[in-house]
């Protein structure tokens, strides 16, 4: 049974820069066609994609954070990370890592890790 | 952006009725449409895709369809561990983009 568990700090500074590491488990992160991704989830905007990487290195960010987001893998570790730089309030949210599942031509995400809440306060 | 509009955004229902959500696209797409149900505290859980295939252990009481610009996903009488918000998401395009969700409550 593949496993996602994010990790990194819960609370950011304004102006810094938020690390995370989602570790997966019961599986190869080199696996075949499936990808990774990042999506957070705040009280107001609710669900948003942040971005996701391909096996092959390749990836895609959401517009709306794309200067400040980079994603990368780490395939001896079995991880994958996101780093958002220029923290402010607005990026407080649950961050969630997740698996982008090959079914043809279309990429659902059929794992998820359970989220790790980011706060960013002085 | 393709922007995903649910509705209703609550829904109050009792165990063992039927309902159905709605998820309206800002433009055309094909089926990459999937639709997640989840709990407080937990993380999204995969139920259907593409609009209309069940993910691997959910129950056949759930049902999706549409395409274009308007899809359903239909719960066929409702199970006391059925009340969640439900979202949709387009996959069709980057950015992947959700709907806001449909919370569905105990009446």
């Known amino acids: 049974q593949l496993q996602l568990q994010e990790s990194g700090p819960g609370l950011v500074k304004p102006s810094e820069t938020l690390s995370l590491s989602c570790t997966v488990s019961?599986?190869?992160?080199?696996?075949?066609?499936?990808?990774w991704g990042w999506i957070r989830q705040t009280p107001g905007k609710g669900l948003e994609w942040i971005g996701s990487i391909y096996n092959s290195g390749s990836t895609y960010y959401n517009p709306s954070l794309k200067s400040r987001v980079t994603i990368s893998v780490d395939t001896p570790k079995n991880q994958f990370s996101l780093r958002l730089t220029s923290v402010t309030a607005a990026d407080t949210a649950v961050y969630y890592c997740?698996?982008?599942?090959?079914?043809?031509?279309?990429?659902?995400?059929?794992?998820w890790g359970q989220g790790t809440l980011v706060t960013v306060s002085s | 952006d393709i922007q995903l509009t649910q509705s209703p955004s609550f829904l109050s229902a009792s165990v063992g009725d039927r309902v159905t959500f709605t998820c309206r696209a800002s433009?055309?797409?094909?089926?990459?449409l999937a639709w997640y149900q989840q709990k407080p505290g937990k993380a999204p859980k995969l139920l259907i895709y593409p609009a209309s295939t069940l993910q691997s252990g959910v129950p056949s009481r759930f049902s999706g369809r549409g395409s274009g610009t308007e899809f359903t996903l239909t719960i066929s009488s409702l199970q006391p561990e059925d009340f969640a918000t439900y979202y949709c998401?387009?996959?069709?395009?980057?950015?992947?983009?959700f709907g806001q969700g449909t919370k569905l409550q105990i009446k």
């Open positions: 997740g698996r982008h599942v090959d079914s043809g031509s279309f990429y659902p995400l059929d794992y």
């Open positions: 433009q055309v797409f094909s089926s990459s």
């Open positions: 019961g599986g190869s992160i080199s696996t075949s066609t499936n990808f």
């Open positions: 998401q387009q996959l069709n395009s980057y950015p992947y983009t």
